[in-house]
């Protein structure tokens, strides 16, 4: 018999809340989309009609934002899928793939645009450049900015590590037009002074380092399995310990799914007890941690006897 390389796929969709997420997802990003690609025409135009170079190289920085638009508009469709035999845990980490693209993106645009400073030091403008390129590099500053927030605000409240990436990207694209505005306006001025284009270049290309690697570090963490921090575990074993019939609890072990957290823990109960009443304590336990820590989406509770005179940290 050949082996099958399908998996099957679980009967239960997306419940409410995750295709509410999906969808506030979706609708963010392409709202970003159609902005990002419209100011990437505007800047681009402006940049010809006004003769700057710099509002041209800042209209192709604005063109990578749509890169990750899409990818974020493509990941979606895999991270939402509900688990299959083959990821019995679901796809959620293919969220974390996206956010990691995304950042190392970011990276390379900085690297990109520090490279392209330090290459055209040198240069000197010979027609200085016109108003409508500044105002396009104003116009870019203001809008992204506030893309920025709005974006990161809707991933905040559905814990989306892809959004909140993206909403980086949009700021980064709004940091990176400050050196084109202060360009087209330092040589429009003083065309002696057009170097400073390339030194506000670099400085910004250095910001966007830093927010590539805030990007990209929490998701390789959780990538590898990193716990949850110690604030977190202390709760979780203080509400399984407080729960009705736990007379200890130990081996408590947590990683990520996505944005949310799975709980693996021992508790250990009366021996005396029938299955029936561990089996409801650890159903209590479950309930506890899923209704009253934060982003706990999933435990596994392990129930174990309770040996007589071993020392208890069961109050009273």
């Not at 990821?87 to 970011?106: A, K, S």
């Not at 105002?135 to 974006?151: C, G, H, Q």
């Not at 284009?197 to 910004?204: K, M, N, R």
Request: with cysteine; proline share 4%.
């Amino acid at each position: 018999m050949t082996e099958m390389n399908t998996c099957a796929s679980s009967t239960a969709g997306p419940d409410f809340e995750s295709r509410r997420q999906i969808s506030e997802v979706r609708r963010v990003t392409l709202i970003g989309l159609v902005i990002n690609v419209a100011l990437s025409a505007l800047k681009f135009a402006a940049g010809i009609a006004g003769n700057s170079q710099a509002v041209v190289a800042d209209a192709v920085h604005s063109l990578s934002d749509t890169i990750t638009d899409i990818a974020v508009l493509v990941g979606v469709k895999f991270w939402s899928k509900p688990p299959d035999e083959c990821h019995p845990y679901g796809h959620r980490r293919i969220e974390f793939l996206v956010t990691i693209f995304i950042g190392l993106l970011l990276a390379s645009v900085a690297l990109g645009l520090s490279y392209n400073a330090l290459a055209t030091l040198h240069e000197v403008q010979t027609r200085p450049p016109g108003a409508i390129a500044f105002l396009a590099a104003v116009l870019s500053i203001f809008t992204k900015e506030l893309l920025y927030r709005w974006t990161i605000i809707k991933g905040m409240e559905i814990k989306s590590t892809a959004l909140i990436a993206n909403a980086w990207h949009h700021r980064s694209d709004g940091l990176s037009s400050i050196p084109a505005a202060v360009a087209v306006a330092g040589a429009a001025l003083v065309p002696r002074l057009s170097f400073l284009d390339h030194l506000g270049a670099i400085v910004v290309s250095m910001f966007i380092l830093q927010a590539a690697w805030k990007i990209v570090r929490p998701s390789v963490e959780q990538l590898v399995d990193r716990g949850a921090p110690e604030e977190i575990c202390r709760g979780i074993e203080q509400l399984a310990f407080a729960t009705p019939g736990v007379q200890e609890v130990h081996a408590i072990r947590t990683r990520n799914i996505g944005s949310g957290l799975e709980v693996d823990l021992h508790v250990l109960v009366d021996p005396a007890l029938s299955v029936e009443e561990g089996h409801e304590i650890s159903e209590e336990v479950k309930r506890r941690l899923i209704e009253y820590v934060s982003d706990v989406v999933d435990v596994v509770v392990h129930l174990e006897p309770y040996e007589d005179g071993k020392k208890s940290k069961k109050r009273g």
